[in-house]
């Protein structure tokens, strides 16, 4: 089936090529004398410029790279809230906030990438380069855990004074963490917001096979990440926690060299999209032409006066005039003649911009109070890899007699479990119903599904702050021994397995929001912007870390500090961390609100030619996931 589906891809690439080539050739005979040889020369041009799709026949080798890569990254952060807490003995709050501090620039460095990608050095440059700095950054995160110079040394005793027992981390140890950390940015800056779109340009979108292609991808995307914290979440940091931090770094560093080996071993297969530049700078025109133009008035019929570039570009879709923020439009008047060249394009492009221009502007304005709500939304799931985790570590771990324990981080993998086995589900069970219900082939659209994953996730926060009152209680009255770190307190008897449903409840939550949001951005955006689209997603993630350290740290100070416990101590038995999961919930019932408003007032984007715009959520009624 692959080998068909990529011979239809290069059948379909190469006729297409064909009636390019022909079309060119007649074009330039109408203008040209000598038509002979410039039909002649547009068909050979039209011949070199034929891009082959080899569709599937590139997959082993992307999957590849993208499976060994999230192994690799996942299996390094996901226990990193203990790492720095153990070995480099920060305090609790301390290490919440350098995680959300990393995870936040991490996501934020997306928004780079794709401003370098798309602007410079094109997505294969840019993801192998990302590739390859990733592999350094855990190079060097595994020397801080294998060399015993490159982090603290352990903790004598017992005391639960950590100034008393364990040593700070020097300031050249915690340069050579931060050294480690920084590439491991870059390299997630270079992967993240390219990987999934040129994985989509192996495919030729102009033919059935290469969008069926394209949606199999994203399944195969989705399923990999699944495998890949799955594995994180039991085997890695199983070793990391119970064999060696050293061998448990070393892991994901080697898994990060066979990706980057995976990627470049099929270099010569790839389609390889040129930069053509920014986006970002299309946006910048329009903005600045708007203003130029601000005090002129809007001409009475907007659709058939403002300016229409040629458009040439077969990969991007048409877009057709909508009645929404109407100040950019002015950016398309034309104020005189002289504006317009005699090839049809603006004599200044910082003067005066195409409609295409200004829908697309219109596309990530649209889109923006919507992507803030998501700000909000991840604050809970900031937890799952912080809080949570120290819950875990204050709570009865043990499974059945044999005396094993569940590793704090491994219960990062019940929200992915969770998600894993509610897609296939809602895809082969609840949407089928849902179309009969409603009548559309996408049930529900995906703002509505994105509604919902705000709703789960208050609901996941309330049962946190119930699940963590009984925790507390039965901690100070049905302690158990004490905790193998030397700062937290007593263990409770209450079961960790209780965390579980809060995880689940998260799980779902992703898989309506977090999924949705990824195909709303993707559907939604331009295909010349689809680079800023997957950005977009993690630079939400990214200024949601920022807001949940910063929340951590509010809420540690004003609610006591180190002077006294407040609701964020090291041992969580003598704090409110209840208190905390409810506020949460407050802020995330608040952000719903906001978002209904927003989704009421938003419209889907529509092509030339469906001035409905429809409300499938894109441009087509395929769902990616």
């Known amino acids: ?69 999230k192994l690799g990254s996942i299996g390094t952060a996901m226990n990193l809230m203990v790492y720095l807490t153990d070995v480099f003995h920060m ?13 936040g620039t991490t996501n934020l460095a997306t928004v780079v990438g794709a401003f370098v990608s798309d602007s410079y050095l094109g997505r294969y ?12 950054g855990m190079v060097i995160l595994t020397l801080t855990a ?35 950390f920084t590439f491991i940015v870059v390299g997630a800056g270079g992967i993240r917001p390219c990987n999934l779109a040129f994985g989509a340009d192996q495919f030729d979108p102009a033919t059935p096979a290469g969008r069926r292609g ?18 994180s979440s039991t085997v890695i940091i199983y070793v990391q926690s119970n064999v060696s931090w050293w061998l448990g770094f070393a892991l994901p560093a080697l898994l990060m060299l066979l990706s980057c080996f995976c990627f470049f071993a099929g ?26 133009k601000r005090h002129l008035r809007l001409p009475s019929e907007p659709e058939k006066e403002l300016f229409r570039a040629p458009h040439k570009s077969s990969l991007v879709s048409k877009l057709p005039y909508t009645d929404q923020f109407k100040f950019v439009d002015k950016a398309a008047i034309v104020a005189a003649d002289s504006e317009i060249a005699q090839s049809g394009m603006p004599t200044d492009k910082w003067s005066l911009c195409s409609l295409q221009q200004v829908e697309e502007a219109k596309c990530i304005l649209r889109t923006i109070p919507v992507w803030a709500t998501g700000i909000i939304y991840y604050i809970a799931f900031a937890q799952t890899t912080t ?122 939550s992703e898989a309506f929001n977090h999924v949705s949001q990824l195909e709303f951005y993707y559907k939604q955006f331009p295909e010349n912007m689809r680079s800023i689209a997957g950005s977009l997603l993690f630079s939400g993630i990214a200024l949601s870390n920022y807001v949940s350290g910063l929340l951590v740290t509010i809420v540690h100070r004003t609610t006591g500090g180190y002077e006294k416990d407040s609701w964020l ?57």
């Open 91 to 103: 305090t609790n709050v301390d290490a919440a906030t350098t995680l959300n501090v990393f995870s």
């Open 214 to 231: 394209v949606n199999s991808f994203f399944n195969w995307y989705y399923f990999t990440f699944t495998i890949a914290v799955g594995f």
């Open 267 to 292: 270099a010569t297969r790839y389609v390889k999209v040129p930069p053509e530049g920014s986006p970002f700078t299309g946006l910048a025109r329009v903005a600045v032409a708007a203003y130029r």
């Open 387 to 508: 809080y949570v985790v120290l819950q875990a570590v204050q709570s009865d771990r043990r499974i059945g007699r044999s005396g094993f324990e569940i590793p704090p981080a491994s219960f990062t993998i019940f929200p992915m479990l969770a998600l894993t086995i509610w897609i296939p589900c809602y895809d082969r069970v609840l949407l089928p119903w849902l179309r009969k219900i409603k009548g559309t082939d996408e049930g529900i659209t995906l703002l509505q599904r994105m509604g919902i994953g705000i709703v789960l996730s208050v609901l996941a926060m309330v049962v946190s702050g119930f699940v963590e009152q009984q925790r507390r209680s039965y901690a100070i009255h049905r302690p158990t021994f004490s905790s193998s770190s030397s700062r937290s307190g007593l263990v409770s008897s209450f079961s960790s397995l209780w965390l579980i449903p809060q995880l689940i409840i998260l799980g779902l």
């Open 146 to 180: 294998g060399v015993p110079t490159l982090h603290p040394s352990p903790c004598a005793g017992s005391s639960t004074t950590i100034a008393a027992a364990c040593a700070h981390a020097t300031k050249w140890q915690l340069a050579v963490l931060v050294a480690a």
């Open 1 to 69: 089936m692959e080998d068909e589906l990529a011979v239809a891809d290069v059948a379909e690439g190469r006729r297409a090529a064909a009636k390019m080539a022909a079309a060119v050739a007649a074009e330039v005979t109408k203008e040209e004398k000598d038509g002979d040889t410039a039909a002649a020369a547009a068909a050979a041009a039209a011949e070199k410029d034929v891009v082959v799709y080899r569709g599937w026949k590139t997959m082993p080798y992307i999957i590849g790279n993208e499976t060994f890569e």
């Open 569 to 625: 101590p090291d041992d969580l038995n003598k704090g409110r961390l209840d208190l905390f999961y409810f506020l949460i919930a407050i802020m995330g019932a608040l952000n719903f609100v906001g978002f209904v408003a927003c989704a009421k007032w938003y419209r889907y984007k529509a092509l030339d030619g469906d001035r409905n715009g429809g409300d499938n959520g894109g441009d087509d009624s395929q769902s990616a996931v």
């Open 125 to 136: 440059t840019t993801v192998g380069l990302g590739c390859v700095a990733s592999f350094v």
